[in-house]
């Protein structure tokens, strides 16, 4: 089984403050060569970690883009909701937005929390769930949201939308410590909202990020990272996993503003 994790697309058909370039452009070529990169890798399922718009209900340009990126992608994609995918961030307004309607449509499938789904080759079975954003997720002092037992799987994969980091970057932000989690029995957290991403292997348990498609925040470490993708490999008994940089991705110098809007999460 192969999968490829992309996450924080924020498809809008409005420039970014951040930006100065054609943002929905910049984003239909991105993902455009992800499409490209799963037929290359022979890829089976594709995982998106949230925030695919910008807003819960994105215009029809941006709504045709996605729809344009399914239709060439052609295989499944499990999806949770991030905190702008949701109505003034409520986890209880998913069916009525432009995601919501995607699932009910069944053009991508939501990760529903506590659900686990299987997915099983001659080799691995695999364990996939997730955890959609809301409102006070970093306020739980356990982490229980980060956290699965695997039952009956070789491998789990655990996909969260919310701000684990290894370090904590302000004071203001509530933020789950990866140390604070690794008590999950899952093989692989993918991490999702914290746009610059992560790589952390800790006690054998291994927490990725690969960051946001999308560079719409103004932190100086965005015009100088790479958008890219997370691509994971359990076709042996052991498995492997890397990140793919885009080659659609311009430069941060050349698309970021030069004097930075405010700050977007
Ligand atoms: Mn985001």
Redesign the pocket.
């Known amino acids: 089984m192969r999968l490829l994790y992309l ?2 697309t ?1 498809i809008q058909s409005a420039k970014p403050d951040n930006r100065r370039d054609d943002f929905l452009k910049a984003i239909a070529n991105k993902l455009s060569e992800i499409a490209k990169l799963c037929s290359l890798l022979g890829v089976d399922f594709v995982i998106h970690g ?2 695919l718009f910008d807003c819960p209900n994105p215009d029809r340009r941006s709504l045709d883009l996605l729809r344009e990126f399914l239709k060439q992608l052609a295989r499944p994609v499990y999806c949770i909701a ?3 995918d949701l109505v003034d961030q409520r986890l209880d307004s998913l069916d009525v937005t432009a995601l919501g309607h995607l699932a009910r449509q069944k053009c991508v499938r939501l990760l529903q929390p506590g659900e686990m789904i299987y997915l099983a080759n001659s080799s691995c079975v695999l364990q996939l769930s997730g955890q959609h954003y809301y409102c006070g997720i970093d306020r739980q002092y356990n982490g229980e949201d980060y956290m699965v037992k695997k039952k009956r799987c070789d491998l789990a994969i655990h996909v969260v ?1 919310g701000m684990l980091l290894p370090r904590a970057f302000s004071e203001k932000v509530p933020t789950t410590l990866i140390s604070s989690v690794v008590g999950t029995e899952a093989d692989f957290t993918l991490g ?2 914290a ?1 610059l991403g992560y790589h952390e292997i800790t006690a054998g348990k291994y927490f990725l990020n690969p960051g ?1 498609l ?1 560079r ?1 925040t103004n932190l100086k470490k965005e015009r100088v990272r790479t958008p890219q993708v997370l691509y994971l490999d359990f076709t042996s008994v052991s498995f492997s996993y890397r990140f793919i940089p885009l080659g659609a991705a311009r430069p941060g110098t050349e698309v970021m503003a030069e004097k930075p809007g405010a700050d ?2």
């Open positions: 996450t924080d924020h949230g925030d991030g905190n702008h939308h999702a909202h746009h946001a999308a719409v977007v999460g």
